[in-house]
């Protein structure tokens, strides 16, 4: 989510009279609870939000890095048409969990330092 949810807007929401807050998302780290709780404002969050699409995005994501297509559509913009540097390469995994207890962390500096050179990680995961 790229809203920012903090005091400040909903004290402003609350002085308009909003007592309910909805978020499409899983998770509720973009929403300042605390102030919400403060001003009487009830927040709500969809748990399971289409979890087919999350895991149709991850796939796109992946696809679009290994294809280097954001490279690509640069390169066109600009009127550069030469295709060096835009073969893709080989995917070596991914990882899509649940923020909980268990997988707090679960990918750290020393993860990081372990992994193969060139693999691709995309973070499509919500918590809060």
Same mark, same amino acid.
């Given at each position: 989510?790229?809203?920012?949810? &903090?005091?400040?807007?909903?004290?402003?929401?609350?002085?308009?009279?909003?007592?309910?807050?909805?978020?499409?998302?899983? @998770?509720?780290?973009?929403?300042?609870?605390?102030? !919400?709780?403060?001003? @009487?404002?009830?927040?709500?969050?969809?748990?399971?939000?289409?979890?087919?699409?999350?895991?149709? *995005?991850?796939?796109?994501?992946?696809?679009?890095?290994?294809?280097?297509?954001?490279?690509?559509?640069?390169?066109?913009?600009?009127?550069?048409?030469?295709?060096?540097?835009?073969?893709? *390469?080989?995917?070596? @995994?991914?990882?899509?969990?649940?923020?909980?207890? &268990?997988?707090?962390?679960?990918? &750290?500096?020393?993860?990081? !330092?372990?992994?193969?050179?060139?693999?691709?990680?995309?973070?499509?995961?919500?918590?809060?």
């Amino acid at each position: 989510m790229n809203d920012n949810v &903090d005091a400040e807007v909903l004290n402003l929401l609350a002085r308009q009279g909003t007592r309910l807050l909805a978020t499409r998302s899983t @998770g509720y780290s973009h929403i300042d609870a605390a102030a !919400a709780e403060r001003l @009487g404002i009830d927040v709500v969050r969809v748990t399971d939000y289409a979890p087919h699409s999350v895991a149709e *995005f991850a796939v796109g994501l992946l696809l679009a890095v290994n294809r280097k297509i954001a490279r690509a559509s640069v390169r066109r913009r600009e009127g550069n048409l030469d295709l060096d540097g835009l073969m893709g *390469f080989d995917l070596h @995994g991914k990882l899509h969990c649940p923020l909980n207890e &268990d997988t707090h962390h679960i990918v &750290d500096a020393a993860s990081l !330092a372990r992994a193969k050179r060139g693999s691709i990680l995309a973070n499509t995961s919500r918590g809060g």
